[in-house]
């Protein structure tokens, strides 16, 4: 793909100074821009612009920006990670975008992430719900011998497509219902389906659903809107067997 | 079964079930009407609809119906201010139908409409046969040596002279085909029957299921106001 510039792009970004104070727009233009930057390369081009003119630098999260750590967030032009699917948003790039362009970023609108500073916000609502049951609770030796325990392969394949969720929260934040029950769902599945996670299923179903519910995430519809902004993917069969181990638990009791 | 009914899930599984419920009650209450334009001496709907009204089961099965859809809607209100609630504040800029069907982000607003027309229907029909004093009894036709109310009678002369009642009861359809073109198979991912196979399917017979009611429905009021009824 050849390199293009685009000449200047308008970026209409949220700036709240912290989480009690209001937030607003900030209008800012940004000029030659490569098509090869990614998308938080051209922010960190705005706020060595920013400095330059001794002004207050955007916050933004990111760290491992090879798509696999979930930290980067943004709303995009009113898309999660941006127009692209299946990518996050430090994996996005200017190539998306035309010279001339307006392009809103928003930080994830939800009750559940509270703005901390401008694009930033709190996804500890997540670390809870995992806190509450996202985890076996036995202390294990050391690694097991390869196939001392035997997993069918298309289980084993299913939990994997689970467990590569990064908890991003492209899902509940994309979700009209601000719902975070695909992420809920990657968990639980990841763990039910395999015989170490199988044994707490039950009360982790109910615990992180509790937990969930208590956050003031919202309920799910089933719009599947999550599924495809998930980066990762995670289909929302996951919520499906949610509602199924939910249920089960439920009927235990 | 502690508090399952005030969690998120438990909810949706209700709500599933009254859906499913009214999805069965669709199935019956369609297929006799089609009645009305199988037979225009209107004998066939009149038999059914005195049969309808004369059967102990229909009997007991009317108020779990309408239980059916008072928890519905009780459960629609509730989940959909939870959900609005969810998202103090809103984005500045959402492109939603990239990535959700039209008809599953709107679902209350269909279920509103719905609801309207059906206020209107039961004004419409409901009334006169339940309770004639407050509207026009219907009068009596014998089909058969059996004396029962011309409910043929009833239907089709509101249709063939009311186009507005016509393309009232047409709209209604389509919104109740949206309605169900996402809440069919919606029911069933919502009790976990759902996964990679059976979602594909389950959408198919959905939107099969939901061309069916819609056209079906319409069909009916269009039947007359074309004069194919004479
Ligand atoms: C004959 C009439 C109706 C039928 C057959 C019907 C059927 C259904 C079905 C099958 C679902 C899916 C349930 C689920 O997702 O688990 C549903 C969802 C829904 N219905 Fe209805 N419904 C009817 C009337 C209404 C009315 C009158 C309202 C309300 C005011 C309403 C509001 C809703 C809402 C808001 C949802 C979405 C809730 C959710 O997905 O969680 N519906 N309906
Ligand atoms: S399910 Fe997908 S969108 Fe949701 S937190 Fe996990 S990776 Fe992000
Ligand atoms: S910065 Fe790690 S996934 Fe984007």
Not at chain 1, 62 to 82: K, P, Q, V
Request: overall charge neutral; aromatic content about 10%; proline content about 3%.
């Amino acid at each position: 793909m050849s390199e293009n510039i685009l000449k200047e792009l308008t970026l209409k970004i949220w700036r709240q100074k912290d989480a009690k104070s209001k937030g607003r727009f900030e209008t800012y233009k940004i000029h030659n821009i490569s098509t090869d930057t990614s998308f938080l390369e051209m922010l960190d081009i705005l706020n060595e612009q920013l400095v330059v003119e001794s002004k207050e630098t955007i916050a933004f999260d990111h760290d491992c920006r090879e798509g696999i750590c979930g930290m980067c967030s943004l709303f995009i032009n009113g898309r999660a990670h941006g127009p692209d699917d299946e990518v996050t948003t430090c994996q996005l790039h200017m190539r998306r975008f035309k010279d001339g362009e307006t392009i809103t970023i928003e930080p994830w609108r939800s009750g559940a992430f509270p703005v901390v500073k401008d694009l930033i916000v709190d996804r500890k609502a997540f670390e809870k719900i995992l806190q509450a049951g996202g985890y076996v609770s036995v202390n294990t030796g050391g690694v097991p011998d390869a196939n001392s325990i035997p997993i069918a392969n298309d289980k084993a394949e299913e939990a994997m497509d689970a467990a590569a969720c990064i908890g991003c929260g492209a899902c509940a934040a994309t979700c009209k219902n601000s719902s975070a029950m695909l992420f809920v769902a990657a968990k639980v599945s990841q763990l039910a389906l395999l015989p170490q996670g199988k044994i707490e299923a039950a009360r982790r179903a109910k615990a992180m659903v509790a937990k969930m519910d208590e956050l003031g995430f919202g309920n799910c519809t089933n719009t599947g809107a999550c599924e495809s902004e998930c980066p990762k993917q995670i289909s929302i069969s996951h919520i499906a067997r949610l509602n199924r181990e939910f249920l089960k638990a439920k009927l235990q009791d | 079964m502690s508090n399952f009914l005030t969690s998120s899930i438990g909810k949706k599984v209700i709500m599933s079930i009254s859906g499913l419920f009214l999805i069965a009650f669709l199935i019956v209450h369609l297929s006799l009407n089609l009645l009305l334009i199988f037979d225009n001496s209107g004998e066939l709907f009149n038999i059914g609809a005195h049969f309808m009204a004369t059967n102990p089961i229909i009997k007991v099965v009317e108020p779990v119906l309408a239980l059916g859809f008072v928890v519905h809607i009780i459960l629609a209100t509730i989940l959909t201010i939870q959900n609005m609630k969810a998202r103090p504040v809103g984005y500045a800029r959402s492109e939603q139908s990239n990535n959700a069907s039209w008809a599953s982000r709107n679902m209350f607003i269909l279920g509103g409409l719905i609801l309207i027309f059906l206020v209107i229907h039961l004004y419409n029909f409901w009334l006169n046969i339940k309770l004639p004093e407050l509207g026009t009894p219907l009068e009596i036709t014998t089909v058969d040596g059996v004396e029962m109310e011309n409910a043929y009678l009833m239907v089709s002369s509101l249709f063939k002279n009311s186009v507005f009642f016509c393309m009232l009861y047409v709209l209604a359809a389509i919104f109740l085909g949206l309605h169900l073109s996402h809440g069919f198979w919606s029911c069933f991912q919502s009790v976990g029957f759902s996964n990679k196979i059976w979602r594909k399917r389950l959408e198919w017979v959905g939107y099969l299921f939901a061309i069916v009611i819609g056209v079906g429905f319409a069909i009916i009021p269009l039947y007359f106001l074309a004069g194919f009824a004479g």
